[in-house]
């Protein structure tokens, strides 16, 4: 999803911060960069500060207006500072993150962020749905764009790997039947028999606690295989 957020930079007065934010960017697994009318650039500062992520900078696509370059977006997301008057829904630094990978599915979403010394105008901030915030001190609320941008990505990349970790967990192997378990009870009683370290007829307890062992671990299909295989070998050797 993170690949369906941008990045829109507008009128950055100092090409150091692009270069700090393409390294930002590429840090949390986002590249795409667009740059409204930046005042310099390319530049050697943009490069130093960007410390290896001269790819992102390469493929930064430079737009005359905000209107061209969120064009094909059909989320745009505004970041202030201050603020505002105008009554647009407001969300914070996290509330951004979900929301935009929400969207991210099946939209393109941007995230705009202003001026080095005056931020975003009124005009800009109409074309937005959100305003986006990182709440901070109120009486020191403004950060360097570049940190600004960090915090963002970091929110974005940080839900995103959570998201994939949750889909993996949600998605897990099919669970064992009650029959595989009770072949495998089965073959794990025989094989202790066999290796003496329970005796037929006096194993119910031994067994009933590894039957309370092995339920707590809601064995998959695949992992019942693979315990009857330990089985099977450990028997193997003892014969
Ligand atoms: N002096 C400007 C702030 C410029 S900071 C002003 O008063 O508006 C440059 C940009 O970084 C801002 O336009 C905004 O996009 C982003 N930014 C800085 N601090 C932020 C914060 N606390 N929340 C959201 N965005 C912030």
């Known amino acids: 999803m993170l690949a369906n957020i941008r990045i829109v930079l507008v009128e950055t007065s100092h090409p150091g911060n692009i270069g700090a934010i393409a390294r930002a960017m590429k840090n949390m697994a986002l590249s795409q960069l667009y740059l409204v009318k930046p005042k310099i650039f390319p530049s050697a500062d943009a490069t130093a500060r960007a410390s290896g992520a001269d790819d992102i900078l390469a493929s930064a696509v430079i737009c005359d207006t905000l209107t061209e370059a969120v064009a094909d977006c059909e989320i745009v997301m505004g970041a202030s500072a201050r603020d505002r008057t105008i009554g647009w829904p407001t969300l914070v630094a996290k509330q951004c993150a979900e929301q935009a990978l929400k969207d991210a599915h099946n939209n393109q979403v941007a995230l705009v962020f202003g001026r080095e010394n005056s931020g975003l105008t009124n005009a800009e901030l109409d074309c937005c749905q959100y ?69 037929s007829g006096q194993s119910n307890s031994v067994m009933r606690r590894l039957r309370r062992l092995y339920s707590r671990s809601r064995l998959s299909t695949r992992e019942v295989d693979i315990l009857r295989g330990i089985l099977r070998m450990s028997q193997g050797r003892k014969q």
Request: net charge negative; charged share 15%.
């Open 131 to 199: 305003l986006i915030r990182i709440p901070c001190n109120k009486d020191f609320s403004s950060l360097n764009l570049a940190a600004a941008v960090q915090v963002f990505t970091y929110e974005l990349f940080s839900k995103a790997s959570q998201q994939i970790e949750e889909e993996a967990v949600s998605a897990p192997e099919p669970l064992a039947t009650s029959a595989q378990i009770e072949g495998f009870y089965q073959h794990l009683q025989e094989t202790l028999t066999a290796i003496d370290f329970i005796q």
